[in-house]
């Protein structure tokens, strides 16, 4: 089984997601949904490119957190 971190951002009138462990692996859709939706199956259709051309797929090495900052209070 691989696990790859999915990076998804809302952009104006859609969503889009890329892995940073699979360059060039990307997808888009209207919906959060959508996009999840499209990116698993881009990451299949990816991994599987890979392995016709004879390449590693790598190891997922990504990772994300969250940081809380207060809110700056002027004066």
Known sequence: M???LIV???AKNNYA???PDLPGCVATGKTRE???KNMYEAIQLHI???KE???AIPRS???AEFFAIPEVVNG
């Open 61 to 63: 090495e990504s990772f």
């Open 2 to 4: 691989f696990r790859f």
């Open 53 to 55: 051309d004879g390449l």
């Open 48 to 50: 599987v490119g890979m």
């Open 34 to 36: 959508e996009v999840e």
């Open 17 to 19: 997601a890329y892995s």
């Open 8 to 10: 998804i951002e809302k």
